[in-house]
């Protein structure tokens, strides 16, 4: 088939509390898969959350109350990446 860029699929994230487990996902289709993941440089994730460069997926225990927002970049090694912004807000 013909190489496609990646594209963000799905919609925005859930919100967050502080010290309560979160997981949400990221999702980008592309071909060929697979995608890999990553934080615009200079964008941060809440503290205590981690996003797997495999899978899309955020996780891990926000520690700081506050809304949080940030790019989020897809690359499957075409010439061309996607980026998309995300916004998480942490309840006290």
Known sequence: GVAASPAFVGGSLAPAR???AYRE???AVAS???VAYSVRAGD???PGL????????LRGTPRVAGPY???ITASNGS????SRG???VVAP
Request: glycine share 4%; net charge negative.
């Open 18 to 20: 502080v010290n309560a």
């Open 25 to 27: 996902k990221v999702e």
């Open 32 to 34: 060929p898969a697979p």
């Open 44 to 46: 941060s994730l809440p």
């Open 50 to 57: 981690v996003l797997d460069p495999a899978t899309g997926e």
């Open 69 to 71: 927002a940030f790019t």
């Open 79 to 82: 010439a061309t990446t996607a």
């Open 86 to 88: 995300y916004k998480i």
